[in-house]
């Protein structure tokens, strides 16, 4: 039996939308400032409508092991929208929605996901507080570093 994840992630970063949305969107280099994301290799290429490419991702958080899957890129507005389906050890998907008022950019993820992997669904009565722990740990940790790549604060996340 799998178990599902479903998780809300909102930060608040006084930034310019387009640099917000350009570190978000341009994720082959999350692994140079976002704590956490140990590697995005480029597998297939965005169209020339800017989706349709797929990425895998390497994940390491605070507990002692790391979560591989791939994202394809299904749905994109730019400095608005991007929406994908994963696939691997998660699988199910990701919307980013990002908003500019008042010189705040606001960004959400939401994140809805089964694990593949046999242990965790096996031991997820117990762990799932502790999956839950290293998910937000990681989320926050993004928030901390884009606001540190773009030389700003983050305000909430």
Known sequence: MTTKYSFVTRWQLQAPLSDVWDAVYNSTEWPQWWKGVKAVIEIEKNDEAGINGVRKYT???VL???L?????????EPQNRLKGIAFGELEGNGEWLLREEDGIVYVQYYWNVVATKKWMNSLA????????VSHNTV???????LAKKLGTTLLKG
């Not at 591989?68 to 994109?76: A, I, P, R, V, Y």
């Not at 009565?125 to 839950?132: D, E, M, T």
């Not at 989320?139 to 570093?145: F, L, Q």
């Open 59 to 61: 994940w390491k958080s």
């Open 64 to 66: 002692p092991y790391s």
């Open 68 to 76: 591989t899957f791939s994202m394809k890129l299904t749905e994109k």
């Open 125 to 132: 009565f117990v762990l799932k507080p502790f999956f839950i």
């Open 139 to 145: 989320m926050h940790w993004g928030g901390k570093c």
